[in-house]
């Protein structure tokens, strides 16, 4: 049971550049999120999905994109990289309940991304 | 909108002293749930404890507890007889029932114990 997973670790991208941040779960959770961390800010949540085919914005989500085609993959896509962007990314997931039960998120490892 | 306020930004304590970090919250629900996620140098974010509204029963787990209080809207954090390992940012986090899940964090408590 891997839990979350995220690839790459690192990445170093150039300002207009693209790229793909992936993330999956093995927990077979409904609900899963992107935030990112900068320093003295805590986490801001990116763009969240509770279930395949649904996603939604959270803070602050301009210039990403997201999808979930799978209950197990929610990729978050930088459209055209700017140093704004420099960041460390987390992937998170949990189960959402019908009824408004919230359950802890689980988060993978992170992707320290940086735009030069 | 729900939003977690961490006062303290870095707190240095000696080894085997007590540590107190305090979170305090706004939200308009009733129904909602707070949690603590402990976040060492290594950078992954660790689960600790979640409480819902309902439940304002004190916990502790062994040289961790926590003090839920509704009345003052504080959900406090204590590490009892501090070490080394403890040296880590901590988050408070809060999640409304009507909100998707979605959390929001305080800033974070940088938390240093000093051997």
């Known amino acids: 049971n891997a839990g979350v997973t995220q690839t790459p670790k690192f990445q170093v991208l150039k300002t207009g550049q693209s790229m793909t941040l992936q993330c999956a779960q093995d927990?077979?959770?409904?609900?899963m999120y992107w935030y990112r961390q900068d320093p003295g800010m805590g986490l801001r949540l990116i763009h969240y999905?509770?279930?395949?085919?649904?996603?939604d914005q959270g803070e602050v989500p301009n210039g990403y994109n997201v999808s979930r085609s799978t209950t197990e993959d929610f990729p978050l896509r930088l459209l055209s990289a700017a140093p704004s962007q420099t960041s460390v990314y987390f992937c998170?997931?949990?189960?959402?309940?019908?009824?408004?039960?919230?359950?802890?998120?689980?988060f993978g490892p992170g992707t320290r991304l940086t735009v030069t | 909108a729900q939003k977690v306020t961490q006062a303290q930004t870095e707190i240095s304590v000696v080894e085997k002293e007590d540590v107190t970090l305090d979170c305090v919250y706004e939200?308009?629900?009733?129904?909602?749930?707070l949690f603590w996620y402990k976040q060492p140098p290594s950078g992954e974010l660790v689960f600790l404890i979640r409480?819902?509204?309902?439940?304002?029963q004190n916990e502790i787990s062994g040289r961790y507890s926590w003090n839920f209080q509704k009345s003052t809207s504080s959900f406090n954090f204590t590490i009892t007889a501090s070490q080394v390992v403890d040296s880590a940012v901590y988050f408070c986090?809060?999640?409304?029932?009507?909100?998707?899940?979605?959390?929001?964090f305080g800033k974070g408590n940088q938390v240093v114990v000093i051997p």
């Open positions: 999905s509770v279930g395949a085919g649904i996603t």
């Open positions: 939200t308009r629900d009733t129904t909602y749930y």
């Open positions: 927990m077979n959770h409904n609900s």
């Open positions: 998170a997931s949990s189960y959402s309940g019908l009824a408004g039960t919230r359950r802890e998120q689980y």
């Open positions: 986090a809060l999640s409304e029932a009507r909100g998707n899940n979605r959390l929001a």
């Open positions: 409480r819902n509204s309902f439940d304002e």
